[in-house]
């Protein structure tokens, strides 16, 4: 089956700072690739959906300007945290589509990012 | 917007039949697929069935789909201790980019 990866698998950072989550798709290219968050014990809250070469849809209520999302390639795209506080902490997972029948969506590992 | 339902836990022993059911409310739905997720973990894409099947069989797993009802279940037969995960349902809808998740199941097995 398609591979998405996920880098770093897990960050710890001081409040402040901005964290660069990258999201690789290994042997497809992905046509759109999503973000969601989760919260322990809850389910997956997506942020935003990107489309190669073009700016990213947000659902509503996630901070554009906070959540950066850069999808540069058909195998790459990027989630910036930016100015990160402690209630960003969470596990962050991508995932891509590559346009198949199916609209299967092709999950990453996930990030877990602490903001201390 | 979209509702997926889900229970929240199950616990079944080891040899035993698991069932996973979800519930959902658009009936423009064309996907319907099952994703397992082991602690710490992405999510796995375990099966998916398309909207206008009944049953869909693969291996262990069993997928039922009553369209009428919107209902969807996941049988898991001789469950495994390495089964025990919250296993997610999602569903594609016509016209929508993104997947709707259900609230996932935790499923625990009990050796």
């Known amino acids: 089956g398609a591979v998405v990866s996920q880098h770093p698998s897990r960050v710890i950072c001081k409040s402040g700072t901005s964290v660069k989550i990258e999201c690789r798709s290994l042997?497809?290219?992905?046509?759109?690739m999503f973000w969601y968050r989760q919260f322990p014990k809850q389910s997956l809250m997506l942020m935003a959906t990107?489309?190669?070469?073009?700016?990213?849809?947000?659902e509503q209520g996630v901070e554009k300007d906070k959540f950066l999302i850069n999808h540069a390639s058909l195998t790459l795209s990027t989630l910036t945290v930016t100015s990160a506080h402690p209630e960003d902490s969470s596990f962050y997972i991508c995932?891509?589509?590559?346009?198949?029948?199916?609209?299967?969506?092709?999950f990453g590992p996930g990030t877990r990012l602490t903001v201390l | 917007g979209e509702d997926v339902e889900q229970s929240l836990f199950l616990s079944v022993r080891e040899g035993d039949s698991s069932v996973i059911n979800c519930t959902y409310t658009?009936?423009?739905?064309?996907?319907l697929y099952w994703y397992k997720q082991e602690p710490g973990a992405g999510l796995q894409l375990l099966t998916y069935?398309?909207?206008?099947?009944d049953m869909k069989q693969d291996q262990r797993l069993t997928v039922l789909l009553n369209k009428k009802d919107k209902h969807l279940s996941l049988r898991i037969a001789d469950t495994q201790t390495g089964d025990s995960a919250i296993y997610f349902c999602?569903?594609?809808?016509?016209?929508?980019?993104?997947?709707?998740f259900g609230t996932g199941t935790r499923l625990t097995v009990i050796p």
């Open positions: 658009d009936s423009s739905s064309t996907y």
């Open positions: 990107s489309n190669e070469g073009s700016k990213a849809t947000y």
């Open positions: 069935i398309f909207s206008n099947m």
């Open positions: 042997d497809f290219q992905a046509t759109t």
């Open positions: 995932s891509a589509r590559g346009g198949s029948l199916y609209n299967e969506q092709f």
């Open positions: 999602a569903e594609s809808i016509s016209g929508a980019n993104n997947l709707f």
